[in-house]
């Protein structure tokens, strides 16, 4: 994974103007406050350890597909228990659907994911000789892997720029005036504009630990967070 450090503005597309009505400072660009915030976030987490326990690209597609509305603690107290079960593609595809769903249980939704988990490891040894594949279109044909897990995996496991957006980025980037915030879709075309390519594997899991830390999707206090009493965000 690409984790270049970044600290100033001079890093952000200059090319874009701010236009959002919740600045307070009129004057200021949308690049300048990019700047501003992922200046920020390098302060607060300048190291962006990758949350799900994993030890390799195929643990990993396991473990964001698992993490689908559900905590990524959850998911690191139940792939231990999997993976020791099958911790390889041609392993879990001997592995009955139904044990597997015992096991992920605790996870939400195993019906889907453990079909999901059991089909994409057949289809990893049958038509991709036993590796996870590293292209996005691959990927996504795999079933329950959707572009947001795609794009985790393409950016933790092998390093490729990505910039996954979930419903908390989704969040925070429209609070902060960073995108109209009409869907992810936008969301992410509006990020990987405002912030330099090589920036956004790290800003990712950045923005990812400081939602965690300070914005919870309902309270808060918008003067002691470190971003939003900055620019005295609207919310
Ligand atoms: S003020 Fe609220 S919305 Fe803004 S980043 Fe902080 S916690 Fe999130």
Known sequence: MTNDSMTNDSMINDSMTMTNDSMTNDSM??????????RILEELYPETP?????SDPYTLLIAVLLSAQCTDERVNQIT????ARADNPADMAQVPVEEIQEIIRPCGLSPMKSKGISGLSKIIMEKHGGKVPESFEDLEA????????????????????AFPVDTHIHRLATRWGLTSG????????????IFPENTWNKLHLQIIYF?????????????QCPICALFNCEL
């Open 29 to 38: 660009t949308l690049n300048t406050k990019a700047g501003e915030i992922q």
């Open 50 to 54: 990758i949350p799900l326990k994993h």
């Open 80 to 83: 231990p228990k999997l993976f």
């Open 142 to 161: 795999l079933p329950s892997v959707g572009h947001k897990t795609a794009s985790v995996v393409m950016s933790q496991a092998f390093g490729w720029p």
């Open 182 to 193: 009409k869907n992810v879709e936008q969301t992410e075309r509006d990020l990987k504009a």
């Open 211 to 223: 939602g965690r830390e300070y914005c919870p999707a309902r309270g808060h206090k918008v003067e």
